[in-house]
Every structure is written in structure tokens, then in C-alpha cells.
């Protein structure tokens, strides 16, 4: 299967749709079965979806007023690669927090996602 710009653009508006309504069952139902989400190139892959909507749980479960921006890079092959913003607020301060990162998704012939690598910096004020 060769990935359609179209198809990893729909890819990414679900993904954040799922970030900014904070749901994690929907977040990892983007992913296959045997998934690996690195959320930093250092630590150990979330795995499956089971992993994923556990990581993603904790994580929201701290964030409130998400808003999620993305621009596609590059689409080659069965990878889509793309530059991303996020914001939200910290639920326990209200404090401002922004990312900027970039992310490469590889999809199986299911348009899901089998590998994702994230790149980020954030900034808190």
C-alpha cells in the first residue's frame, strides 16, 4: 500500500481531534495491534493499543484546552512525515504549555499506524 497525502492529512486531523478532546480509546484506535509509539527517540516504545491509550491517558488526564496544528512534510512510501504545534493548559497549575515537533508514521495496509517517532521541544511559562 502506498500512502495518499489525503489519506495521512485524515490521518493527523484524527489524531488531533483525539489530543484536543483527550481521548485515548480513539488515539489508539489510529494504531495497529502491534504498534510502537516512541515518544522520545530514548525511551522504550508505548506498544499496541492497549500501551498507547494507557500512556496517552496519563499524559491528558494533566492537560486541558489542547489545540494541535500540523503541516505535512513528506509523504513517501507508506511513511508520512510532519511538522506539528500543540498548546494546552497544565490541569493542576493553568499554566501555558507549547510543543513544537516534527513526527514520521509508517502505516500498514490498513491506514494505521505501525511505527510512530516523535521529535519535540516544549516550552512552559
Known sequence: MILARERFQEWLRDYGDAWEKRDPEAAAAL????????WTPFDEPKRGREGIATAWREATSRQRDVKFLYDVLAVIATTGIAQWHASFERSSSARPVELDGILMAEFDGNSRCRVFREWWHSTEA
Open 31 to 38: 494504531f495497529s495491534d502491534d504498534a510502537l509509539y516512541y
